[in-house]
Nanobody, 119 residues
């Protein structure tokens, strides 16, 4: 089992910045990748960015060049730095952990943190 706790959301003006944090606990040795997803009202949840254990990253086209994902393995924490925020970035942001241990894959979610970008 992996527990994820997000923090850092809030209200920001367009063009501003925020940094989200995702603290992992539990069976952290089983985590292969950490990712950030978001879900806006009336829309499906979508991948924003992901980072593997070895540091490889992947971004949605809509955030490339503006968002940066990173992880501090010593602190078991992943971060999402969001710059040049736009109103369309408004959503609930969720942290996700993809795990693999003993031949079993798993997927865990945090509770989400609201990001609101005012125009």
């Amino acid at each position: 089992q992996v527990q994820l706790v997000e923090s850092g959301g809030g209200l920001v003006q367009a063009g501003g910045s925020l940094r989200l944090s995702c603290a992992a606990s539990g069976s952290i040795f089983s985590i292969n990748a950490l990712g950030w997803y978001r879900q806006a009202p009336g829309k499906q949840r979508e991948l924003v960015a992901a980072i593997t254990r070895c540091g490889s990253t992947n971004y949605a086209d809509s955030v490339k060049g503006r968002f940066t994902i990173s992880r501090d393995n010593a602190k078991n924490t992943a971060y999402l730095r969001m710059n040049s925020l736009k109103p369309e970035d408004t959503a609930v942001y969720y942290c996700n952990a993809e795990t693999y241990y003993g031949g079993v894959q798993g997927s865990y979610w945090g509770q989400g943190t609201q990001v609101t970008v005012a125009s």
